[in-house]
């Protein structure tokens, strides 16, 4: 299956080298990884989540299953159809050292999720210029979003949560 082949991949190879022993979440208590495939319709702002840090989702959801160690978080991004300039993924440069920016929590879809309450002008978030599988991986404490499709076509992309054992 597509874990077992990610497992043994290059890149999941490159990662251990860089980080060390890891597993990939399983936030939707599945039993499994959980990977995420996202599909960004053209104009859709449906399709896309609000700027966000993942770690509130962690905070929000103590129900996360975690492994049996000490761990700390990253996530990784993946683009495998984007238009540069179009399409991918907001981030505000620097905000997982930042201090000020207030949220709160609400349950929407059955799970708590977070709520910006900084005001957005608060923030300047950049669209990164990423290649198509280019991988992004950033701190869980970086405020980042989905950018609205301005393309064509579907954006697509993989993501997915590291833990990765504290030494």
């Keep these: 299956d597509f874990v077992d082949w990610f497992l043994k991949s290059e890149f999941a190879n490159s990662l251990k080298m860089k980080y060390g022993e890891f597993s990939i979440s399983d936030e939707d208590n599945l039993g499994w990884p959980n990977i995420y495939w996202r599909l960004v319709r053209p104009k859709e702002s449906t399709d896309i989540g609000p700027l966000h840090r993942d770690s ?8 996360f299953p975690k492994p049996g160690y000490n761990f700390t978080r990253l996530k990784v991004w993946i683009p495998i159809y984007s238009e540069n300039g179009l399409n991918g993924l907001l981030v505000e440069p620097f905000s997982h050292l930042r201090t000020d920016i207030r949220w709160k929590g609400e349950l929407r879809d059955n799970i708590r999720k977070p709520v910006l309450i900084t005001p957005r002008n608060k923030l300047k978030p950049i669209l990164l210029d990423t290649e198509e599988g280019e991988t992004v991986v950033f701190n869980d404490n970086l405020i980042h979003g989905g950018a609205l499709n301005k393309a064509e076509k579907c954006r697509v992309s993989v993501e997915f949560t590291l833990l990765i054992r504290k030494k």
């Design 56 to 63: 509130w989702f962690w905070e929000l959801n103590k129900h």
